[in-house]
């Protein structure tokens, strides 16, 4: 099993990442960048957050015009699982790979504090292995973590099971109150039709090695160990 670990520029995350799989999980890792095309003897493709493409004339056209973009089409295509977390969930919607569109944050600052998520289902890589009423404290590091998508888009992902996690208190109470980004519909991560194609905003990733045991984090990556 080779998990692959996506990198643009200005990401990161990608260390914290690392660790989780290899010391935690004992997974073999594999760096591609951007510029790459090959994708052969890679089971689980994950983009990390950070901030793809900084720096560029317009960040979207890097994205979009990086060679890797077709590989990724077709790893989907074929089934593979392909996880975008904090800004990497936007590479996702940059590329049309998951519905919708991250957007700057409500109150238009960069949000970077503990946040509680809850699964809207349990059959996904992400989610089989949790609990539909419990909450899960995961932190949030964005500035673009603002889920947007229209009324029909949003009508159809309510029919095919794809909004995967909400913003909730840590009691599990979904309101607009703890909406955190002001995301639509406290929408905190999505999938696509065929559910191999993941995006949440909250790092699950920092929530692993804490406070010298382990932290919520653990369960969604348990979730996925056990999916795949």
């Avoid at 609990?131 to 500035?143: F, L, M, V």
Wanted: hydrophobic letters at 35%.
């Amino acid at each position: 099993m080779t998990i692959g670990i996506l990198i643009f520029p200005g990401a990161h995350g990608d260390k914290e990442l690392t660790r989780v799989l290899e010391e935690k999980y004992r997974k073999s890792v594999k760096t591609v960048w951007n510029r790459e095309t090959d994708l052969d003897g890679i089971d689980v493709l994950i983009i990390p957050g950070g901030f793809p493409c900084k720096g560029s004339s317009s960040s979207s056209k890097c994205i979009r015009e990086s060679p890797v973009i077709d590989s990724l089409y077709e790893f989907a295509e074929r089934g593979r699982i392909l996880i975008g977390i904090g800004n990497g969930f936007r590479v996702l919607c940059e590329t049309g790979l998951v519905p919708g569109a991250l957007r700057m944050n409500r109150n238009q600052r960069f949000i970077c504090r503990n946040t509680f998520i809850k699964p809207d289902n349990d059959y996904n890589a992400l989610t089989n292995k949790l609990s539909n009423d419990k909450a899960y404290r995961i932190p949030i590091a964005t500035g673009y973590g603002r889920y947007a998508a229209r009324e029909e888009t949003l009508v159809q992902m309510r029919l095919n099971e794809q909004i995967l996690f909400r913003y909730c208190d840590e009691h599990g109470r979904i309101s607009e109150e703890i909406n955190i980004t002001g995301a639509v519909d406290n929408i905190a991560g999505v999938s696509n039709e065929k559910k191999n194609v993941i995006g949440i905003i909250p790092q699950p990733e920092r929530a692993v090695f804490t406070y010298g045991g382990n932290g919520d984090g653990t369960a969604i990556f348990d979730s996925l160990m056990d999916f795949i």
